[in-house]
């Protein structure tokens, strides 16, 4: 086994990986070849163009390098499904859209073996709540008598 010499986490858009910054710099401080990393994740990751990325890239003390990408994260899935671009800068007071519980459900799902959750989908659920306050979304209520 390989002795990890760092471990860089960063989010990078699938299929888009190019020596620019963020990227490059990180790479390139520790002697990695950044092109080779960049053939590398565009052809993992071709089937998520455009698609911001969590990525977490382990280099080894020869230099060489292996990534694991993670799920989208919660809030940028939240930001496609309700077509936003960025939170509200004042989440208690201006609401910027709602979602209801399925759809929390389903990222749930779709999230929870990055989550810290121990995999218990209440918890996962809560987390994406959380998420919800903080960028200014409400849960739709689902109650049929309002």
């Not at 710099?25 to 998520?48: E, H, Q, W, Y």
């Not at 990534?67 to 910027?96: A, H, M, R």
């Amino acid at each position: 086994m390989k002795k990890i010499l760092k471990i860089i986490k960063l989010n990078i858009k699938g299929g888009l990986a190019n020596p620019s910054p963020p990227l490059g710099p990180s790479l390139g401080a520790i002697g990695v070849n950044i092109m080779d990393f960049c053939k590398f994740f565009n052809d993992r990751t071709k089937d998520k163009i455009n698609e911001l990325l969590p990525v977490n890239i382990y280099v080894y003390v020869d230099k060489t390098f292996d990534f694991k990408i993670k799920k989208q994260t919660v809030k940028d899935k939240i930001f496609k499904l309700l077509n936003i671009n960025k939170g509200s800068n004042e989440p208690n007071k201006k609401k910027i859209g709602e979602i209801s519980l399925n759809e929390i459900y389903k990222i749930a799902k779709y999230k929870i073996s990055d989550l810290n959750c121990f995999n218990n989908i209440k918890s996962a659920v809560s987390m994406i709540i959380g998420t919800l306050k903080s960028i200014g979304v409400t849960i739709k209520n689902n109650d049929k008598n309002n």
